[in-house]
């Protein structure tokens, strides 16, 4: 069991929306970011792209550390699937427009992977969760007005459910912090494989 002063997370993550959920712990917590390679092999499940890419975040601020540093690092990055098409963040906004168009009256999967490293040790969990989502119809005005509004740009999927983009989403089945880009219930599960309790 780590004692209070090791109770430390290093979130390797500049997603302002993964540091407001991280507060939730209430847990002592820095921000340490690294660019990562995000190609994947395109035979990789969807599991496996969440997972891995959430790994080498994770490892890579890992490295960064300083001999003697303590602490968890957390790693996370989030997908969206449609018919085992993987959509991530547009590329402008002809493109934000295309994946709405796609997702829109159907349902579609968020996976967010989930690793965890300790500093001192190396010692490594990864996992998982996954939501399924379901959009509204829309009509080509409401995609218009949404994508204008600039919110859809930085996001996988091309929408922020718990931004303006909750207007458009139907109904979820799973874990709601699942879609905005960490999984806390998972979370505090993987903390507590290195005896950091949450509750």
């Given amino acids: 069991m780590l004692n209070r002063d090791q109770r430390r ?10 540091q407001e959920l991280i507060r939730v712990l ?7 970011v690294s660019d990562v390679d995000e190609t994947t092999p395109t035979y990789w499940s969807p ?30 990055d989030t997908i969206v699937v449609l018919d085992y098409r993987v959509l991530g963040k547009p590329k402008d906004a002809e493109d934000a427009v295309s994946m ?25 969990h990864v996992s998982h969760r996954v939501t399924y989502v379901k959009m509204k119809h829309l009509t080509e005005q409401q ?11 930085d996001k996988a999927g091309s929408y922020a459910i718990q931004g303006l983009g909750s207007m458009i989403v139907e109904s979820i089945d799973g874990c709601y912090f699942n879609v905005v880009g ?12 290195f005896g950091i309790e949450v509750l």
Avoid at 9 to 18: D, F, Q, T, V, Y
Wanted: charge should be negative; hydrophobic fraction near 45%; include cysteine.
């Fill in 26 to 32: 209430n847990i002592p917590f820095e921000i340490r």
């Fill in 9 to 18: 997370l290093i979130l390797a993550s500049a997603s302002p929306r993964r």
């Fill in 143 to 153: 995609v218009q007005r949404y994508v204008a509004s600039g919110e859809p740009m």
């Fill in 47 to 76: 599991a496996q792209v969440a997972e891995q890419l959430a790994l080498r975040k994770a490892e890579a601020v890992h490295q960064m550390l300083q001999e003697g540093d303590q602490g968890i690092v957390i790693g996370a």
């Fill in 100 to 124: 709405l168009n796609l997702l829109q009256g159907k349902t579609h999967q968020v996976y967010s992977g989930v690793a965890c490293i300790d500093a001192q040790t190396g010692e490594t």
């Fill in 182 to 193: 960490l999984p806390l219930s998972l979370l505090s599960d993987m903390l507590s494989k």
